[in-house]
Structure formats: C-alpha cells, structure tokens
C-alpha cells in the first residue's frame, strides 16, 4: 500500500470495502486454480486480509494460510477480522520474502504487484516458496480501463489526474492484462487467465470505490505535480462522482480483474 | 491462447473488406490468408496472451 495510501483509518476503511467488491472474482479464481482441501497457502500483501480468509475457507481445517504484509498496522487489522484459527499474519517484505519458509502448496497475491518495485523478481521469490507441482496465483487489475460508461467531464479528470500521476512516479497500472508475460519473463509456465469486472449503474454505482482510489493518490498527485487536494476535493469526490454517472444514465466499472495461475514445474 | 489467436485472425480477416473500404489498410497489406498464423506466432514470440474483447451483459426486468 506504499503508493495510494492516505491516513490510516481511511485506509484501512478503503482496503476493506475495495476488497468486499472483488471477493466474490478472488473466490472464483482461487476455485478454478485449484485450491483445495489440505493446503498450506502463502499469501503475499495480505493488506486487510480478505484473500487469505477466502483461501482459508477453501483449504479448511486442515489447511493453513500464512499471510505476509509489510504494513504492522494492516497486519493488525487483518488480524482483528480474522478468527479462523489456520490464517496466520505476519509482517514481511513481498518483494523479497526474507525470512519465509518455503514448501507451500500455494502462493497467492492480489494488488500487489502494483506495489512493487520489481515485479518479475516478486514472482520468482514467490515461485521458490512454493513446492514443485504447487500453484502461483496472481490477481491485479488494469487501471487504464474506461471507469464509467459514458466517460463524462469529472470521471474523464479523475481518470487522467491518477494516470498521469502513476505514470510519472513510474507506478505500473496495467499489471492485470501484463500478468502473462510477467509470469514467462520469471520463468514459469504461460498462467492460465481469467478476467472479470463489476459494473453497475443507478444509486449503488461504486463511485465510491473510485472516490477512495482517487482520493488515497492525492498525496502522490500533489508530489508529482499533476493536482492538488484542493482540486481533486476528496471530501466531497464520491458525491460529486456519483451525482454526475447518476446525472449521464450511466454506470461505473470496477476495474477489470485478471487473474493468472500457473503450475510450478 | 492458440485458438483465441486463430479466432482473431479470421475475424480480422473477415473485417478485412471493411477495413480496406475507407482506406485504413489494403487486403494486401493485412493479407487474411495469413494473419492467423502471423499473429499467433507474434504473441508467442513476445510472449503475450491473447485478449478477447470484454463482453458486458445486461439484464433488468419491466
């Protein structure tokens, strides 16, 4: 969460509603990768939690889930949600997986490769935790996609103020459509891939989602120059966002999913 | 990702008419006959997936 983090009750808010949104995605592929019964899972920029609980439920009793997150505090409220008594969380570098055992059956990740300075080298750290014949399952998204049909003034702004700013801090948007390459460049097989987005119209339009994307990257646009706080108006984006889809019949896109999963040979 | 290559070939291939109607591309420069194969190979050199376009769904009730 190195990236688009504000402060901390925010954020921790952001992590857990964001998440709620892409579970049910995380579910299928977790599913149609293969996670089953008995296995011992690692899981790499746990943040609030939500991946591992879902791999926990489809390991079960007799599996575990170790969740690794360079954040203390995420830890800690991944912890306070978390009462299946084999997810264990512990703070650690993703990128490099000092200090973590290997032999799992699975590695699993979710927004986090977005946040690492080296990609290709976080999934091969990841791939050496994981026993041959073991599963590496990667889910990111694609930020550049269109945010709402139609795209009307003040989506098109917050749209091209994010961009631009990741770009200029050299913060890789696109991973989700890469993750294919990403897996041949470190060395694994082609991943299998599934891609899936939410979208909806009318009053339960996730602006908010995106409002709280947009607003956690306002420390970061005013460090790169593309916007001020002043500008982007967090406080009152969400509304602002949901009044002008609501006002164009409309709806938003939660960015598209990718998720890719390959055996280790 | 082999079939999904060939499937976008031919339908490139078939757009092909359409394409070369407003002046875009010539037939000859897409050259339908082997685009399939072309593009296949292309993406498993540069080790790229193959995306199928997204498909949204709707559904309400009246």
Redesign the interface.
């Known amino acids: 969460m190195d990236y688009f983090a504000a402060d901390r009750a925010a954020e921790d808010e952001r992590l857990l509603a964001q998440s709620r949104l892409v579970d049910p995605a995380t579910k299928r592929l977790l599913e149609a990768a293969g996670l089953a019964p008995g296995m011992r899972v690692l899981d790499l920029g746990s943040g609030a939690g939500n991946v591992a609980r879902l791999a926990a439920e489809l390991v079960g009793p007799n599996g575990a889930v170790v969740g690794v997150e360079k954040d203390p505090e995420a830890v800690e409220l991944a912890q306070r949600h978390t009462s299946a008594p084999n997810v264990e969380f512990r703070v650690g570098d993703a990128q490099t997986l000092y200090g973590i055992e290997g032999g799992f059956d699975a590695v699993t990740g979710r927004l986090i490769l977005l946040h690492l300075p080296d990609t290709v080298g976080a999934l091969r750290a990841a791939a050496a935790r994981v026993r041959p014949g073991g599963l590496v399952i990667m889910h990111e998204c694609d930020l550049g996609y269109l945010w709402a049909s139609p795209q009307p003034p003040l989506w098109s702004q917050a749209r091209a103020w994010l961009l631009e700013a990741a770009e200029k801090a050299g913060i890789g948007t696109r991973l989700g459509?890469a993750?294919?390459?990403l897996y041949?460049?470190a060395g694994l097989p082609?991943p299998r891939?599934l891609?899936e987005?939410v979208?909806e119209g009318g009053p339960a339009a996730p602006a908010w989602a995106w409002a709280n994307v947009v607003s956690a990257a306002v420390p970061l646009m005013e460090q790169v120059g593309v916007a001020t706080r002043a500008e982007v108006e967090p406080e009152t984006l969400a509304g602002r966002l949901l009044a002008e889809i609501t006002d164009y019949d409309g709806c938003v896109i939660w960015p598209?999913f990718t998720g890719a999963w390959a055996v280790r040979p | 990702m082999t079939i999904h290559s060939l499937h976008t070939g031919d339908r490139v291939a078939e757009d092909a008419r359409l394409i070369a109607q407003p002046g875009v591309a010539t037939a000859t420069k897409v050259a339908p006959a082997t685009l399939a194969t072309r593009l296949l190979a292309d993406a498993l050199a540069s080790g790229s997936a193959m995306l199928g376009p997204p498909r949204a769904g709707a559904w309400t009730t009246v």
């Open positions: 459509p993750l294919y390459s041949r460049e082609g891939l891609v987005a979208a598209p």
